[in-house]
């Protein structure tokens, strides 16, 4: 295989900052390069920022590599700064599926050594590699050939958010001798899952943010603030009269502890992994949420993408695909997955917690409890 060439335009977050710097602007910082009056990378940066919020997505690159990295890092610099998990999250997951697009028209060569750059221990073979029938056509087997390989540890660690599509199970995958062998459109889709872990790490708290960069990072807040303001919350409620109650049908007051951990880190724009994503919506769903509300609350997801999440939310209502309703994962599955919050909780299903709660409401509300107003 040849050495790869790796466009920093295309993944910046690979490039050494700091070379760049000293090579394009010997002397100055990041911050210095930030401030530099009509800077078309401090604008740019911010212009990365602002459609990272409102959209999602990062822009193609059209700067030199040297401003590319460096806007990057600028964009790294704010978050930082700003400290703000959600914002965080989402240009994460903005890099990440522009890494994607790019990956997909990339030789091997190049994806084997991005994957190396952030710490997947990847290899490409070309002979000795499983091979999978897939059909036959004019008389000939067709093979699926699988020749890229990962130390099954890595592969567990990247696939964590994935790993409630069958297509990405473990299970799902030739595994031999502690080596998993797949292709390249999974190997690019668990890259964009490392991707998304390796540029979180790069933000690190800064307590004070240094006088001259203030501007910025209120700029930067006010455009999410903004965006903030057009999330809808549905049935948030402290404390609930008696007329509320009896009209919603759904109590929040009543949830478990493990759904209200889910339910309001979904609303502080956490990104949920697949197996929580489906606990909390089957949950609601169960409970005669119905399927456009629970979407909405899923819209503060970093990764929001309306179509797949409506597809997901109706599968696991029974309205798509096999038409089962699916229930919540019970408590013992729960406590498995690190999700149970209440290591006392004797309940076998976060259903049952729930009801067994609404009737202690319910029952408060009988005894004239609550409602009174004080």
Request: aromatic share 10%; glycine share 6%.
């Amino acid at each position: 295989m040849s050495v790869a060439v790796i466009d920093y335009r295309k993944y910046p977050f690979i490039a050494d900052v700091d070379e760049i710097i000293r090579r394009r602007w010997p002397g100055l910082s990041l911050t210095d390069i930030l401030l530099i009056n009509g800077s078309r990378v401090s604008e740019y940066a911010i212009q990365i920022v602002r459609d990272v919020i409102e959209k999602g997505r990062v822009p193609s690159p059209y700067l030199s590599t040297e401003e590319e990295v460096a806007s990057f890092y600028i964009i790294i610099l704010l978050g930082s700064l700003l400290g703000n998990k959600w914002l965080i999250d989402r240009i994460a997951i903005a890099y990440s599926k522009r890494t994607i697009e790019y990956l997909k028209n990339e030789g091997p060569e190049t994806i084997v050594a991005l994957g190396n750059k952030i710490g997947v221990r990847l290899e490409y073979r070309v002979y000795n590699v499983p091979k999978i029938p897939i059909g036959v056509r004019k008389g000939v087997i067709r093979y699926k050939i699988l020749p890229y390989i990962l130390p099954l540890e890595d592969y567990l660690r990247i696939s964590k958010r994935l790993s409630m599509d069958p297509k990405y199970s473990l299970v799902n995958q030739i595994v031999d001798r502690g080596l998993v062998y797949t292709d390249s459109e999974i190997i690019i889709r668990l890259l964009g899952e490392a991707v998304v872990e390796y540029i979180k790490k790069m933000f690190k708290p800064i307590k004070e943010v240094p006088e001259p960069l203030k501007k910025y990072i209120e700029y930067v807040r006010s455009i999410l603030e903004k965006e903030s303001s057009k999330e809808v919350t549905v049935y948030s409620r402290a404390r609930l009269e008696y007329e509320e109650i009896s009209e919603m049908g759904i109590v929040e007051e009543a949830f478990p502890p493990c759904m209200k951990d889910l339910i309001n880190r979904l609303r502080n724009g956490e990104n949920l992994g697949h197996q929580e994503r489906f606990a909390i919506a089957a949950f609601l769903l169960r409970i005669g949420m119905d399927v456009d509300n629970v979407l909405e609350l899923f819209k503060n997801s970093p990764d929001f993408n309306e179509r797949i999440a409506r597809y997901q939310i109706e599968h696991i209502a029974g309205l798509r695909g096999s038409r089962k309703q699916y229930l919540p994962y019970s408590c013992s599955t729960m406590k498995s997955l690190g999700l149970c919050k209440d290591p006392n909780c004797k309940s076998k299903n976060p259903l049952n917690a729930y009801y067994r709660n609404l009737k202690k409401i319910k029952r408060k509300i009988r005894q004239g409890n609550i409602g009174k107003k004080k």
